[in-house]
Antibody, heavy 121, light 110 residues
Framework: EVQMLESGGGLVQPGGSLRLSCAAS????????MNWVRQAPGKGLEWVSS????????FYADSVKGRFTISRDNSKNTLYLQMDSLRAEDTAVYYC??????????????WGQGTLVTVSS | QSALTQPASVSGSPGQSITISCTGT?????????VSWYQHHPGKAPKLMIY???NRPSGVSNRFSGSKSGSTASLTISGLQAEDEADYYC??????????FGGGTKLTVL
């Protein structure tokens, strides 16, 4: 059974940092690209970032480019999102999301339960 | 990276068919066959309903179908059921190697 368990969310002040983790199991993690998607309160889904299976290529939404860093440790089956210079508008539930195929763009077939990040003073 | 355009809401009676549109540009929806549709019940994880414009994952009812014409993709739900009431999102790959979601459509089953 595919499972993805996010952790690391919480309350942080504007300008602060957080690192989200996503522990994956039930599939061969090292062969899949991975994604982070978020949903702000009362808003729609927003793609945040993607990383290829090897970690060699990363992609970011303009809204987070230069502030967030996606990475992975295939030996630990874990995906990360380092979030720096956090802003109030980054407040959202962050989902770890597995694509159904080899590319990160081929539809997301499994989602984690989400972890809430709240940026507020 | 502008969001794809979806109607804010649609509604239909049980048994009817509805269609949700998703309009982008030639740099996203119109340029690639990597359009996906998700069903999202509040408090639950989104569910993939359609991938690559018109393909249904295993386990998804054949009442759900997808298509694309130019830069507009569409999700059609036939034989509406009460359980179909949810938020629906489209997404597409873009020429910038990013992904973009639509703003979401709230489906109400009357």
């Amino acid at each position: 059974e595919v499972q993805m368990l996010e952790s690391g969310g919480g309350l942080v002040q504007p300008g602060g940092s957080l690192r989200l983790s996503c522990a994956a199991s039930g599939f061969t993690f090292s062969t899949y690209a991975m994604n982070w998607v978020r949903q702000a309160p009362g808003k729609g889904l927003e793609w945040v970032s993607s990383i290829t299976s090897s970690g060699g290529s990363t992609f970011y939404a303009d809204s987070v480019k230069g502030r967030f860093t996606i990475s992975r440790d295939n030996s630990k089956n874990t995906l990360y999102l380092q979030m720096d210079s956090l802003r109030a508008e980054d407040t959202a539930v962050y989902y770890c999301a597995k694509p159904r195929g080899s590319g990160y763009y081929r539809g997301i077939d499994y989602w984690g339960q989400g972890t809430l990040v709240t940026v507020s003073s | 990276q502008s969001a794809l355009t979806q109607p804010a809401s649609v509604s239909g009676s049980p048994g009817q068919s509805i269609t949700i549109s998703c309009t982008g540009t030639t740099s996203d929806v119109g340029g690639y066959n990597y359009v996906s549709w998700y069903q999202h019940h509040p408090g639950k994880a989104p569910k993939l309903m359609i991938y690559e414009v018109s393909n249904r994952p295993s386990g998804v009812s054949n009442r759900f179908s997808g298509s694309k014409s130019g830069s507009t993709a569409s999700l059609t739900i036939s034989g509406l059921q009460a359980e179909d009431e949810a938020d629906y999102y489209c997404s597409s790959y873009t020429s910038s190697s990013t992904l973009v979601f639509g703003g979401g459509t709230k489906l109400t089953v009357l």
